[in-house]
């Protein structure tokens, strides 16, 4: 006899081993916590033999302990039975972290919801704590409508289980947490771009409209002096020289406004759109530089709301400014690529390269950020950037953004090209 349950033992050991390796595999890689909840229901089910079980939270704000999953339990019983910790056997075991199995819960003194119990007809009934680092997170029931005697192998059993499910709900929870936390950052990341856009964008204008318009009649006004000047017959050679370099200041000046307008928000991404838009910022940048460069478009040109024109505009704007400034190159092209199904960017040069690998942060000395921006705002539409490079063999900048039903395109206003 005293073999005979040795061998049992023996026997079960193995299985239990099994069981927990098996719920552990089924929760790995699970991160939304009603998946993790119903799968860990379903195997402790399929462990005791039982089809009728729900898992129990505790709202850390009221105390109360809510219905999340749950098999074989009727409507009425998920609505009207309501449970607080420390009330009834469910309650308790919340509170005290200590399991419950009983033969037949119907006859249990403790039972808060006995009409509910009775008419549900549960007898055998099981009561596990969900624990992580010693705090009680929810409670496993499980119970069936035939009585049941349960072994000191089935509390470890259903303890370790109880553990695990804990363990994994600290988890998800924490994942979810951090999934919101990104998504909260995301979203101011992606108002500050939109604000400094908005911002850029009226900058701009008033450059325009009152400091470069200033410019202009400054520089009107002393070439109409320096005529009259010249016509009087009374030219004075030192008076005329300075007006003309006063001139030659005011026209230079105007210019680098220009050209800061043209940086902060040029005029033809609103008008013409896009291509334009690029190809003036490739000649001013690149220009002046000597360097040989194209533009080049693939398939429909078509209209993108001014916000996603925007960023497409930025991201290669900050190709084009990284090409200038680093690169020595003396080549270089602009492919944007009209897909039935994406927008394609596509930017290389011949120059220097770099090795990628060294760039993975954002440095003190502002080393990276202008890349890290970059595939923020391809991100932000839903697309992929990257970069490819090796030292000597130049480099290539792509992005890749869908464009599917909820893509916004704008109102063609372009001219056509």
């Given at each position: 006899m005293g073999r005979s349950k040795l061998n049992s033992k023996t026997e079960r050991e193995p299985s239990e081993l099994l069981v927990l390796s098996r719920i552990s595999a089924a929760l790995s890689g699970l991160w939304d916590l009603d998946?993790?909840?119903g799968v860990g229901l379903?195997?402790?089910?399929d462990i005791m033999n039982g089809t009728i079980g729900e898992v129990l939270l505790i709202d850390e704000d009221t105390?109360?302990?809510s219905h999340v999953v749950h098999r074989g339990l009727s409507k009425e019983f998920l609505e009207k039975v309501r449970v607080n910790v420390g009330e009834g056997i469910t309650g308790s075991v919340a509170g005290s972290g200590k399991a419950i199995l009983l033969e037949d819960i119907s006859s249990d003194p403790r039972v808060a919801h006995r009409d509910?119990?009775?008419?549900?007809?549960?007898?055998?009934?099981?009561?596990?704590?969900?624990?992580?680092?010693d705090r009680v997170l929810g409670v496993l029931n499980v119970a069936s409508r035939v009585p049941r005697k349960f072994t000191t192998s089935d509390m470890h059993l259903l303890y370790a289980i109880g553990d695990q499910l804990g363990i994994a709900i600290e988890h998800a929870r924490l994942y979810e947490r951090l999934r919101k936390a990104r998504e909260r950052l995301r979203k101011l990341a992606q108002q500050n771009l939109e604000a400094e856009e908005e911002e850029r964008r009226r900058i701009a204008r008033e450059l325009h409209d009152e400091t470069s318009q200033s410019l202009s009649g400054i520089a009107l006004q002393l070439q109409a002096l320096i005529e009259m000047a010249e016509i009087s017959g009374k030219e004075n050679t030192e008076y005329v020289a300075g007006l003309k370099k006063v001139q030659a200041l005011t026209v230079q000046v105007h210019k680098e406004v220009s050209r800061l307008i043209s940086n902060l928000r040029p005029a033809l991404l609103d008008t013409?759109?896009?291509?334009p838009a690029v190809r003036q910022y490739a000649e001013t940048i690149l220009q002046p530089l000597e360097m040989e460069f194209s533009v080049e478009t693939k398939g429909a040109e078509t209209r993108f709301t001014p916000e996603v024109e925007a960023a497409f505009f930025r991201f290669i704007q900050g190709a084009v400014g990284n090409i200038a400034q680093h690169s020595k190159a003396k080549k270089a092209t602009i492919m944007l690529e009209y897909r039935p199904q994406e927008f394609a960017i596509t930017i290389t040069d011949d120059?220097?390269?770099?090795?990628v690998s060294e760039i993975t942060d954002v440095e003190e000395s502002g080393r990276g950020r202008g890349l890290f921006s970059m595939r923020e705002r391809i991100?932000?539409?839903?697309g992929t950037s990257g970069i490819e490079s090796e030292t000597g063999k130049g480099t290539i900048v792509w992005a890749r953004v869908p464009i599917g039903q909820e893509f916004e395109y704008a109102?063609?206003?372009s001219s056509g090209s």
């Amino acid at each position: 006899m005293g073999r005979s349950k040795l061998n049992s033992k023996t026997e079960r050991e193995p299985s239990e081993l099994l069981v927990l390796s098996r719920i552990s595999a089924a929760l790995s890689g699970l991160w939304d916590l009603d998946a993790i909840l119903g799968v860990g229901l379903d195997n402790t089910l399929d462990i005791m033999n039982g089809t009728i079980g729900e898992v129990l939270l505790i709202d850390e704000d009221t105390g109360e302990l809510s219905h999340v999953v749950h098999r074989g339990l009727s409507k009425e019983f998920l609505e009207k039975v309501r449970v607080n910790v420390g009330e009834g056997i469910t309650g308790s075991v919340a509170g005290s972290g200590k399991a419950i199995l009983l033969e037949d819960i119907s006859s249990d003194p403790r039972v808060a919801h006995r009409d509910m119990v009775t008419s549900e007809g549960l007898k055998a009934y099981i009561c596990v704590p969900l624990r992580a680092r010693d705090r009680v997170l929810g409670v496993l029931n499980v119970a069936s409508r035939v009585p049941r005697k349960f072994t000191t192998s089935d509390m470890h059993l259903l303890y370790a289980i109880g553990d695990q499910l804990g363990i994994a709900i600290e988890h998800a929870r924490l994942y979810e947490r951090l999934r919101k936390a990104r998504e909260r950052l995301r979203k101011l990341a992606q108002q500050n771009l939109e604000a400094e856009e908005e911002e850029r964008r009226r900058i701009a204008r008033e450059l325009h409209d009152e400091t470069s318009q200033s410019l202009s009649g400054i520089a009107l006004q002393l070439q109409a002096l320096i005529e009259m000047a010249e016509i009087s017959g009374k030219e004075n050679t030192e008076y005329v020289a300075g007006l003309k370099k006063v001139q030659a200041l005011t026209v230079q000046v105007h210019k680098e406004v220009s050209r800061l307008i043209s940086n902060l928000r040029p005029a033809l991404l609103d008008t013409l759109g896009l291509v334009p838009a690029v190809r003036q910022y490739a000649e001013t940048i690149l220009q002046p530089l000597e360097m040989e460069f194209s533009v080049e478009t693939k398939g429909a040109e078509t209209r993108f709301t001014p916000e996603v024109e925007a960023a497409f505009f930025r991201f290669i704007q900050g190709a084009v400014g990284n090409i200038a400034q680093h690169s020595k190159a003396k080549k270089a092209t602009i492919m944007l690529e009209y897909r039935p199904q994406e927008f394609a960017i596509t930017i290389t040069d011949d120059g220097q390269g770099f090795d990628v690998s060294e760039i993975t942060d954002v440095e003190e000395s502002g080393r990276g950020r202008g890349l890290f921006s970059m595939r923020e705002r391809i991100g932000f539409l839903g697309g992929t950037s990257g970069i490819e490079s090796e030292t000597g063999k130049g480099t290539i900048v792509w992005a890749r953004v869908p464009i599917g039903q909820e893509f916004e395109y704008a109102e063609d206003k372009s001219s056509g090209s």
